[in-house]
């Protein structure tokens, strides 16, 4: 491994700013042809410098290569590589181009062209086209697709709330010629929602390889044993639950990357930083984080870079609402202020994060500022749980999944507080995935999840559609859902800022979900990138083409 001889301190800051209408594309929905800011690698004189293997790291591993149906965002740290997708979204909001060099918003908002990259191959050579697009929408909104992630399809015309297609042949994916597609909605659509969130999920699948696939045994066709995308690096092969390897894409149509061969290692939280320190790691990934109790040693470690993030993510309790006792707001009220968010922050987080108030960060351009969380009033708590009648001999099944040590360490607060209201919480500590199929099934009272956020705040109407398998709390009123789908669905910022004003208030009120904390995300690499976007790995963007290397 290349050693670094400079000793280089960094804190990377995500600017945000930038407003849904403003963001370079097609901002507004407007009718006028998009020519977007190209993806380029630095122009140099001499060549780049070339690394051989580069290695970053994640805490957990993907519970399959479908993209489509992942559990958590583990994944997409491999599917950014492999994949691509029609646009880049940055930290800040700013949308550059990937599959689509440029794209236009029809007048009425409802039909958005894109015009496709013509250099563009799949890594078996054949070339990609708009027929890749429309054949990827038409299979994931089929019905017998398992999917844990079709809702991204859900504003589409021909799907239904949860982007399912009664026929999927005749969605609004629309394939002009080989490198024009319109994508048509069902509604006046604001194109930044679709690009800065849903396109963000929507990897293209290769037609010539999956043609033939059965959609209701999708997951276990062999091609998800070793996909094939049009990203910058080739899938080589897996040891489970271990490591990811991957080889540089030669002939990638935004250049090659300057390295050989990665490597995503699946590692304990503990063994993040003496793998950096000693050459072993890398990089660490947006879902690799540095332990906040090896936050500290970084500060002034030899070669180590560490990067702390604000992104739009969001830490939360379920509450299981199929549960009759569950069913009254002021039971879920009394939980949310009985915990003591700030002392999560300070003991745990050293600072680096805010008090959640909603699923939108202070920093987010939708934050809605009139509104206050509820404080932390642990005798408050214990009134309104004794005026909903609550049962204090009841023992409740809190789940806990491992893999963030700040989270599983959060629950032992968040059952101490609960104590001290008179709740009694019986923690059980799983792996990430046994959980989330635990809280499918609505096994359990309360649960602690994460969200990755987005600059655009559909990320959450997810999590409120009844029924879904995405609403982990069952939280079945779906007056919520159907608030955050008409604010989702208006075509401009103006429009929509003042319904998720609303939405955040009616969280507060209703809380089908506590809200926790923001935490910064703690990141670090060696000192031997020159070029690194680190401030966009959380958006789950890694550019990994136009990394660069020291001498």
Same mark, same amino acid.
């Given at each position: 491994?290349?050693?670094?001889?400079?000793?280089?301190?960094?804190?990377?800051?995500?600017?945000?700013? &930038?407003?849904?209408?403003?963001?370079?594309?097609?901002?507004?929905?407007?009718?006028?042809?998009?020519?977007?800011?190209?993806?380029?690698?630095?122009?140099?004189?001499?060549?780049?410098?070339?690394?051989?293997?580069?290695?970053?790291?994640?805490?957990?591993? !993907?519970?399959?290569?479908?993209?489509?149906?992942?559990?958590?965002?583990?994944?997409?740290?491999?599917?950014?590589?492999?994949?691509?997708?029609?646009?880049?979204?940055?930290?800040?909001?700013? @949308?550059?181009?990937?599959?689509?060099?440029?794209?236009? #918003?029809?007048?009425?908002?409802?039909?958005?062209?894109?015009?496709?990259?013509?250099?563009?191959?799949?890594?078996?050579?054949?070339?990609?086209?708009?027929?890749?697009? @429309?054949?990827?929408?038409?299979?994931?909104?089929?019905?017998?697709?398992?999917?844990?992630?079709?809702?991204?399809?859900?504003?589409?015309?021909?799907?239904?709330?949860?982007?399912?297609?009664?026929?999927?042949?005749?969605?609004?994916?629309?394939?002009?010629?080989?490198?024009?597609?319109?994508?048509?909605?069902?509604?006046?659509?604001?194109?930044?929602?679709?690009?800065?969130?849903?396109?963000?999920?929507?990897?293209?699948?290769?037609?010539?390889?999956?043609?033939?696939?059965?959609?209701?045994?999708?997951?276990?066709?062999?091609?998800?044993?070793?996909?094939?995308?049009?990203?910058?690096?080739?899938?080589?092969?897996?040891?489970?639950?271990?490591?990811?390897?991957?080889?540089?894409?030669?002939?990638?149509?935004?250049?090659?990357?300057?390295?050989?061969?990665?490597?995503?290692?699946? #590692?304990?939280?503990?063994?993040?930083?003496?793998?950096? #320190?000693?050459?072993?790691?890398?990089?660490?990934?947006?879902?690799?984080?540095?332990?906040?109790?090896?936050?500290?040693? &970084?500060?002034?470690?030899?070669?180590?870079?560490?990067?702390?993030?604000?992104?739009?993510?969001?830490?939360?309790?379920?509450?299981?609402?199929?549960?009759?006792?569950?069913?009254?707001?002021?039971?879920?009220?009394?939980?949310?202020?009985?915990?003591?968010?700030?002392?999560?922050?300070?003991? &745990?987080?050293?600072?680096?994060?805010?008090?959640?108030?909603?699923?939108?960060?202070?920093?987010?351009?939708?934050?809605?500022?009139?509104?206050?969380?509820?404080?932390?009033?642990?005798?408050?708590?214990?009134?309104?749980?004794?005026?909903?009648?609550?049962?204090?001999?009841?023992?409740?099944?809190?789940?806990?999944?491992?893999?963030?040590?700040?989270?599983?360490?959060?629950?032992?607060?968040?059952?101490?507080?609960?104590?001290?209201?008179?709740?009694?919480?019986?923690?059980?500590?799983?792996?990430?995935?046994?959980?989330?199929?635990?809280?499918?099934?609505?096994?359990?009272?309360?649960?602690?999840?994460?969200? !990755?956020?987005?600059?655009?705040?559909?990320?959450?109407?997810?999590?409120?559609?009844?029924?879904?398998? #995405?609403?982990?709390?069952?939280?079945?009123?779906?007056?919520?859902?159907?608030?955050?789908?008409?604010?989702?669905?208006?075509?401009?910022?103006?429009?929509?800022?003042?319904?998720?004003?609303?939405?955040?208030?009616?969280?507060?009120?209703?809380?089908?979900?506590?809200?926790?904390?923001?935490?910064?995300?703690?990141?670090?690499?060696?000192?031997?990138?020159?070029?690194?976007?680190?401030?966009?790995?959380?958006?789950?963007?890694?550019?990994?083409?136009?990394?660069?290397?020291?001498?």
């Amino acid at each position: 491994m290349h050693k670094s001889k400079i000793i280089k301190l960094l804190c990377l800051f995500v600017v945000v700013g &930038l407003l849904a209408g403003c963001v370079v594309g097609c901002g507004g929905g407007s009718n006028e042809k998009a020519t977007p800011e190209q993806g380029s690698k630095t122009e140099s004189s001499t060549a780049p410098v070339k690394h051989d293997v580069v290695t970053m790291v994640m805490t957990s591993a !993907a519970d399959t290569l479908n993209p489509y149906n992942i559990s958590g965002n583990y994944g997409d740290v491999i599917f950014d590589q492999i994949f691509d997708r029609l646009v880049y979204v940055t930290a800040s909001g700013k @949308v550059l181009p990937r599959l689509a060099d440029s794209w236009e #918003m029809s007048s009425d908002y409802k039909v958005a062209t894109f015009h496709l990259n013509k250099n563009v191959k799949w890594h078996d050579g054949e070339p990609f086209t708009a027929d890749d697009v @429309v054949f990827t929408a038409q299979l994931i909104t089929n019905k017998d697709v398992v999917s844990n992630r079709r809702s991204y399809f859900s504003s589409i015309e021909g799907t239904d709330e949860n982007g399912v297609a009664a026929e999927p042949s005749k969605i609004g994916v629309v394939a002009v010629d080989p490198y024009t597609l319109e994508i048509h909605f069902k509604t006046p659509t604001d194109i930044n929602a679709f690009l800065q969130l849903d396109s963000t999920r929507i990897y293209i699948l290769p037609k010539h390889l999956l043609k033939d696939a059965d959609p209701a045994h999708l997951d276990a066709d062999p091609y998800f044993q070793k996909p094939v995308g049009t990203g910058c690096c080739i899938f080589d092969k897996q040891v489970p639950g271990e490591r990811y390897e991957l080889t540089a894409n030669k002939d990638y149509f935004l250049g090659t990357p300057n390295f050989n061969k990665m490597v995503i290692r699946v #590692m304990d939280a503990a063994s993040i930083v003496p793998g950096l #320190m000693s050459g072993e790691v890398d990089l660490t990934s947006a879902q690799g984080e540095v332990p906040i109790s090896d936050w500290p040693l &970084l500060k002034d470690a030899k070669g180590i870079v560490p990067a702390s993030v604000k992104s739009y993510g969001y830490q939360y309790m379920t509450i299981n609402c199929s549960k009759e006792y569950f069913k009254d707001a002021r039971v879920r009220r009394a939980f949310s202020m009985a915990i003591n968010r700030k002392n999560i922050i300070d003991q &745990l987080l050293f600072g680096e994060g805010v008090i959640a108030v909603g699923p939108m960060p202070p920093h987010h351009p939708y934050f809605n500022q009139a509104i206050a969380g509820d404080p932390y009033d642990p005798e408050g708590a214990k009134a309104l749980l004794q005026e909903a009648g609550w049962d204090f001999n009841r023992e409740l099944e809190f789940f806990v999944p491992t893999g963030n040590k700040v989270r599983e360490n959060s629950a032992t607060l968040i059952q101490q507080d609960l104590a001290a209201v008179g709740v009694k919480t019986k923690l059980q500590v799983m792996d990430f995935t046994t959980e989330i199929n635990y809280l499918r099934q609505s096994k359990g009272d309360l649960g602690l999840l994460g969200g !990755a956020g987005s600059i655009d705040p559909d990320d959450v109407r997810i999590l409120l559609a009844p029924g879904t398998n #995405m609403n982990f709390s069952h939280y079945d009123d779906p007056s919520l859902f159907e608030l955050a789908t008409e604010a989702r669905n208006k075509p401009t910022f103006e429009e929509r800022k003042p319904l998720y004003d609303e939405l955040q208030k009616k969280l507060v009120e209703e809380m089908p979900y506590v809200w926790l904390y923001h935490a910064n995300v703690l990141m670090a690499h060696r000192d031997i990138f020159e070029n690194i976007p680190v401030e966009d790995f959380p958006n789950l963007n890694y550019a990994a083409y136009s990394w660069t290397f020291k001498e």
